[in-house]
């Protein structure tokens, strides 16, 4: 995320599988009421549950942002 916020990387889809576990591990709320990360660097993080979920997830970002996959 930092590299993505910094323009060191490019933007790429950032997935987490599981949001139970994430949101147990990382506490993203909390960071945003602490000015550690703004709410536009939260819509950049999605959960999903599944291998698949993620799989889809990617090609529809790809699809939205209009890049190619490969």
Request: glycine share 2%; charged share 25%; hydrophobic share 40%.
């Amino acid at each position: 995320l930092t590299l993505i916020q910094t323009g060191k990387s490019p933007t790429i889809p950032i997935i987490l599988i599981g949001q139970e576990y994430w949101e147990r591990v990382i506490n993203f709320d909390f960071l945003q009421e602490e000015d550690v990360i703004e709410s536009d660097d939260l819509s950049m993080v999605s959960y999903v549950d599944s291998a698949k979920d993620a799989w889809d997830a990617i090609l529809k970002w790809h699809e939205k942002h209009n890049t190619p996959l490969f």
